[in-house]
Nanobody, 124 residues
Framework: QVQLVESGGGLVQAGGSLRLSCAASGRTFSNNVLGWFRQAPGKERGFVAA???????VYADSVKGRFTISRDNAKNTVYLQMNSLKPEDTAVYYC??????????????????WGQGAQVTVSS
């Protein structure tokens, strides 16, 4: 059974930093696209960042230059380093994985596996 488990969320002041981790179990994802999405209250789940098997990345415009996605295939883990956090970054953050395709995509429906979510709250 595949499981993705996020950790590292919390409360931080505006301008601060947090690092989210997502550990996968049940299968290896070293050849798969891994991504991060977020959902604020009353809003749809939106794309944050994704990383391919070879380290290629794509980011939402709203987080470019502030967030960095990375992966450690030996640990079957993906990370999201979040710097210069803003109150509008407050959301539940989800990691996700594509089962077969190696193409980077920003569409939530293209991801097959999801974590349970981690709350990130940025105070002003």
């Amino acid at each position: 059974q595949v499981q993705l488990v996020e950790s590292g969320g919390g409360l931080v002041q505006a301008g601060g930093s947090l690092r989210l981790s997502c550990a996968a179990s049940g299968r290896t994802f070293s050849n798969n696209v891994l991504g991060w999405f977020r959902q604020a209250p009353g809003k749809e789940r939106g794309f944050v960042a994704a990383v391919s098997w070879n380290g290629a990345t794509v980011y939402a415009d709203s987080v470019k230059g502030r967030f960095t996605i990375s992966r450690d295939n030996a640990k079957n883990t993906v990370y999201l380093q979040m710097n210069s956090l803003k109150p509008e970054d407050t959301a539940v953050y989800y990691c996700a994985a594509r089962r077969l395709s190696v193409i980077l995509t920003q569409t939530p429906g293209s991801y097959d596996y999801w974590g349970q979510g981690a709350q990130v709250t940025v105070s002003s």
